[in-house]
């Protein structure tokens, strides 16, 4: 994998699919199809790649590609083979919002 000027990213033959297959399949597990959250699908990538910085170009890549469509910082869509983004709002939305420890809330006992 390698820059080609200033914005032409080039991947060897063969590693496209694995490099877009190592996050997809990481947010699959995680209940997030088609959703890659950086900071919890970014270990797939970096077991393929070797490296962090290799991982984030992979991911810059694939951006500029139009292979991925980032929503928000560290976080981004995957776009099908024709173009589209097929995720729902409510999956996008779960997402993105940060998990909150469960401490009983209302009507917890208190020791």
Same mark, same amino acid.
Do not use: F, N
């Given at each position: 994998?390698?820059?080609? =000027? !200033?914005?032409?990213?080039?991947?060897?033959?063969?590693? #496209?699919?694995?490099?877009?297959?190592?996050? @997809?399949?990481?947010?699959?597990? !995680?209940?997030?199809?088609?959703?890659? #959250?950086?900071?919890?699908?970014? +270990? !797939?990538?970096? !077991?393929?790649?070797? @490296?962090?910085?290799?991982?984030?170009?992979?991911?810059? =890549?694939?951006?500029?590609?139009?292979?991925?469509?980032?929503?928000?910082?560290?976080?981004?869509?995957?776009?099908?083979?024709?173009? =589209?983004?097929? #995720?729902?709002?409510?999956?996008?939305?779960? +997402?993105?919002?940060?998990?909150?420890?469960?401490?009983?809330? +209302? =009507?917890? @006992?208190? @020791?």
């Amino acid at each position: 994998m390698r820059w080609v =000027g !200033a914005r032409t990213w080039r991947c060897p033959r063969g590693r #496209v699919r694995a490099v877009e297959r190592g996050p @997809s399949r990481s947010a699959l597990l !995680a209940g997030r199809p088609s959703v890659v #959250v950086l900071d919890e699908d970014l +270990a !797939a990538l970096e !077991a393929l790649m070797g @490296s962090r910085t290799g991982a984030h170009a992979a991911i810059e =890549g694939l951006a500029s590609q139009g292979r991925l469509h980032r929503v928000r910082r560290g976080t981004y869509v995957l776009v099908d083979q024709t173009g =589209g983004l097929r #995720v729902g709002v409510l999956d996008l939305i779960a +997402a993105l919002t940060p998990k909150l420890p469960r401490d009983g809330g +209302a =009507g917890a @006992s208190v @020791s």
